[in-house]
């Protein structure tokens, strides 16, 4: 299992079994994510709810040591009494793509505008989106962080997101 720093993103040193002993500094929580997750984000968080939901979307996945990872999120109006249309995001990840399939009649009008792949082995040569080329990405290898940038894509249809 392979856990990793929320913040950094840097993969946590630990053997299974052991304690870890983690410095925690007045104004720092420490936050760790589990290999194997996808976590749909708000992309640019803001002063109120209601700002942060008009705001684009963000994906990060977090690979597990097979480049597997999955998660789902629900999306509705945040509002009705009860809970009227929705959509459900059901992500999956393997070793070189991201896919987001679709369910449900709520309209996403709010963009996913870039995704982050934790785990990824090497540098991708290219990085396509529905089959054609993504022109912002970036790759860093200390965390094999992969980072679509500027997408923009939209959440009520799938998404394919494939690396090579």
């Not at 700002?51 to 999120?73: D, K, N």
């Not at 959509?87 to 505008?113: A, C, M, Y």
């Amino acid at each position: 299992m392979i856990w990793r720093d929320w913040y950094t993103h840097d993969v946590v040193e630990s053997t299974p079994g052991e304690r870890v002993t983690f410095a925690a500094p007045l104004g720092h929580i420490n936050v760790h994510v589990r290999d194997g997750s996808i976590i749909l984000l708000h992309a640019k968080p803001a002063y109120t709810i209601r700002e942060t939901r008009q705001g684009p979307y963000s994906l990060l996945v977090f690979q597990s040591s097979q480049g597997l990872a999955f998660g789902t999120a629900y999306i509705d109006d945040g509002i009705s009494d009860p809970p009227g249309p929705h959509r459900i995001l059901t992500f999956f990840s393997t070793p070189n793509q991201v896919v987001i399939s679709v369910e449900g009649d709520f309209t996403v009008e709010q963009k996913l505008t870039d995704i982050t792949v934790l785990g990824v082995g090497s540098e991708p040569t290219s990085v396509l989106l529905h089959g054609r080329k993504v022109g912002n990405w970036t790759y860093a290898q200390q965390q094999g962080k992969l980072v679509a940038l500027e997408i923009d894509a939209d959440l009520n249809a799938p998404l394919l997101l494939e690396w090579m």
